[in-house]
């Protein structure tokens, strides 16, 4: 999906894409010593405050604080962790000293004020402006200390502070981006790719590889070509496609654990998909695991929620059998008033159970995962019609159709949740897309988003889990391992657990710091 429109429809992560072309390489030229990165979708902005990489792995920029492989949090700009009041509504941030701009100029409070306070001003229409909606104000007393106001306790306030900085007066539109990240922006050609260099002057140290150029090639096959082919000295691409790369003693493969889940996201406000007995019925009918074994060739495990089981805020009550349970299919069904008529299709009330199923016509792995769903689906009744199309297609259908989506955070579970499955974001782009209007919901999202207690936070969530759980707002199909084909062996590579959005996030987020193994 593009990341510009899953930010326009998710409050997180990761950094905004749109439709790519996979054409040859075109515009300014290649420099020969530049590493090349194939990736499948391209940037539909380059500004952090519009919703570029806002979890980090922008390499442009720099947020107050950043990542480790295993999520804790430590500082970048920031000196130091922050200091937070005995209420939890004043959060202070020391900046740390001599950093400064792509262009020269010091980093200091002053432009973290100004970052903030236009993301959250309305008129700019941020697409993540609601992942930071419980802040009051942020203020710049002196050069070097920030502090944030908030409306209430807000648990992952210092995770959102991975956000990009930008010059104080910076446009939120056009180019050059200038940021304090470990490369500078050079160039760069729509459609094609994204030209950088390293920057000498990083506060943590000037990169090893110097030149980096983002290439974007949406077609997973031609992507897999084109790392083959020499083209790209680095590519995340499916699992079978990553295959042919496996023992190739000129590559490296990684496989690196997700809460990325792929899943079917229903309508709900159509007849069929709107009878929670027919989604109840394919969520029981599907054979994860035999997706896992065959589609993913081992790299992922069957998904049953929007929590990865690899994260403590997982309740361990949504789960289910990895090979379905087709016969407690049909009985829910029969049960349901779901007859099967003459050609095997359950009919009730002169209305056949059928519905199409989108997916992104590029993306091997959804195709092939919808041509899954709807074989085990036909096996209980249900006739589902796979439509391989393309985004601008798919996004004004997502009311009427269902579609293989991706998403997942394993970050706090405030993260994509709040604005996936609270009604308040209903039809608003890839949020919420299905419309759901559950007000317990609505309640325990806002209370895991509000609460102080980590206590009562992790109640709310558990909670949450067990009800679109039972309402299946979605079927859940499988949690991926993302796959990293890296041409040569070079030290500084940190497997973490990934979020959904690649970008150059995942194992690229730490790229200014590989090099070459001896």
């Known amino acids: 999906m593009r990341l510009a429109r899953r930010l326009a429809a998710l409050s997180v992560t990761f950094g905004l894409l749109t439709a790519a072309c996979s054409a040859p390489t ?46 804790t949090m430590r500082p970048a700009l920031a000196a130091a962790a922050p200091v937070t009041s005995a209420d939890g509504k004043t959060v202070t941030f020391t900046l740390r000293e001599g950093v400064r701009f792509h262009d020269g100029r010091p980093v200091t409070a002053a432009d973290v004020a100004y970052t903030y306070e236009a993301l959250l001003d309305e008129a700019n229409n941020s697409p993540i402006r609601g992942d930071y909606s419980a802040i009051e104000g942020v203020a710049a007393p002196d050069a070097g200390t920030v502090v944030f106001t908030l409306k209430h306790p807000y648990a992952p306030l210092v995770q959102r502070t991975t956000l990009g900085i930008v010059p104080q007066g910076s446009p939120l539109t056009g180019e050059p981006p200038v940021g304090a990240g470990p490369y500078r922006f050079v160039s760069r050609t729509p459609g094609d790719k994204v030209v950088l260099e390293g920057n000498k002057d990083y506060w943590a140290g000037a990169p090893a590889i110097t030149r980096l150029v983002l290439a974007f090639a949406e077609d997973d096959n031609v992507r897999a070509t084109r790392m083959s082919a020499g083209e790209f000295d680095a590519a995340i691409l499916p699992p079978k496609a990553a295959a042919q790369f496996d023992g190739r003693r000129d590559v490296t493969v990684h496989r690196v654990p997700s809460a990325d889940y792929r899943g079917i996201m229903f309508p709900l406000e159509q007849p069929v998909t709107g ?4 989604r109840r019925a394919l969520g029981l009918a599907i054979d994860r695991g035999a997706m896992v074994d065959t589609i993913l060739a081992g790299a992922g495990t069957p998904a049953f929620g929007p929590v990865s089981p690899d994260t403590a805020w997982h309740n361990p009550e949504v789960t289910g059998t990895p090979a379905g349970d087709p016969e407690a299919a049909r009985r829910l069904l029969e049960d349901g008033g779901w007859k099967a008529g003459g050609d095997g299709i359950r009919v009730r009330d002169g209305r056949r159970a059928e519905f199409t199923l989108m997916y992104p016509a590029g993306d091997t792995l959804r195709k092939e995962l919808a041509l899954a769903v709807a074989s085990d689906a036909r096996k209980i009744g249900i006739d589902v019609e796979p439509a391989g199309l393309d985004w601008d297609a798919i996004e004004p259908r997502m009311s009427e159709d269902a579609l293989i989506m991706g998403w997942g955070s394993p970050y706090d579970p405030d993260y994509v949740n709040y604005e996936l499955f609270h009604s308040g974001y209903a039809g608003r782009g890839f949020f919420n897309p299905g419309r759901y209007d559950n007000p317990e919901v609505d309640r325990l999202l806002k209370t895991g988003r509000e609460a102080g207690d980590p206590a009562v936070r992790r109640k709310a969530y558990l909670d949450f889990q067990k009800i679109v759980r039972d309402d299946e707002v979605w079927t859940y199909l499988v949690f991926l391992k993302h796959v990293y084909v890296i041409r040569g062996n070079h030290t500084g590579i940190r497997p973490g657990v990934d979020a959904h959005e690649h970008a150059t996030g995942g194992l690229f987020r730490d790229i200014h710091t590989w090099k070459p193994a001896a």
């Open 275 to 278: 009878d929670r007995t027919i």
């Open 26 to 71: 075109t515009g300014a030229p290649v420099p020969d010593d530049a590493f090349v990165i194939g990736l499948g979708s391209e940037f539909d902005t380059l500004n952090p405050v519009m919703g570029y990489s806002p979890d980090g792995g922008s390499l442009i920029y720099e947020g107050l604080m950043s990542r480790e492989p295993d999520l």
